[in-house]
């Protein structure tokens, strides 16, 4: 979602989100025939992913348990361990995969656990197109290019707390479509988890909302728009 930072002089165009990012650059002065509300463009890796159960025959997972994958940014923060210890009691139904980032720490004290259930660890990643089309949800922050990615992979989003202001916006939005549940605690993941093993049409449900505000489309038509933009006016355009 839009904020102040955003707002500069000689922007010719603003390419956002959805029509909630389109309301929010109006109020603050933008003029409507300079906004695009299609969609933040991702790597065509998500959109066209590879076969999951392959992914996971690579990895080793289970073909038939909920896949959950942990991601908190490049730095591997967030409540990952207590997460992972609250689902124990979930052991024959779930595994997880966990990128723990430039954080080796991390990747270390989790590399010599045992939760009971299959836990793939590991460190800085350049396939998170493949990690996330083996994974059923994920649980994050709600950083702007992991959401859209995981709006893409059709995977539903378990949110724990992002930075303050920039990613609020992201959760609000996530949250009124459906398409994520926020974690106001990480010993809410149990009840999270639970429901959707007993339940499993519920997590069917959601991704079919996170479908209707998914845009696999936008980096193409982002293309095709700077394409056009700057050949009929026969200048760059600032976007």
Avoid at 176 to 203: D, M, N, Y
């Amino acid at each position: 979602i839009p904020h102040w930072v955003w707002v500069n002089r000689g922007t010719d165009v603003y390419w956002v989100l959805a029509d909630e990012s389109r309301k929010a650059l109006l109020a603050m002065g933008i003029s409507e025939s300079q906004i695009k509300a299609q969609g933040i463009p991702v790597s065509r890796q998500f959109v066209s992913p590879p076969d999951p159960s392959k992914v996971k025959k690579e990895l080793g997972l289970d073909q038939n348990r909920i896949t959950l994958l942990f991601t908190s940014g490049s730095f591997g923060l967030g409540p990952t361990q207590m997460i992972l210890k609250s689902l124990e009691p979930f052991q024959a139904k779930i595994q997880a995969i966990v990128v723990c980032g430039t954080n080796a720490k991390l990747k270390e004290e989790l590399g010599h656990k045992s939760y009971g259930f299959k836990v793939q660890v590991l460190g800085f990643v350049n396939n998170m197109p493949e990690l996330m089309s083996a994974s059923d949800l994920i649980i994050a922050k709600p950083g702007g290019a992991t959401m859209c990615e995981a709006l893409v992979s059709n995977l539903l989003m378990l949110l724990t707390n992002g930075i303050p202001g920039q990613e609020d916006g992201n959760e609000r939005y996530l949250i009124a479509h459906g398409a994520a549940i926020k974690l106001k605690h990480f010993s809410e993941a149990q009840a999270v988890i639970k429901r959707f093993i007993e339940h499993p049409s519920e997590l069917t449900e959601m991704k079919n909302k996170i479908k209707q505000i998914a845009k696999p489309e936008a980096a193409a038509k982002l293309a095709d728009f700077v394409n056009f933009a700057c050949h009929s006016e026969g200048k760059a355009r600032r976007i």
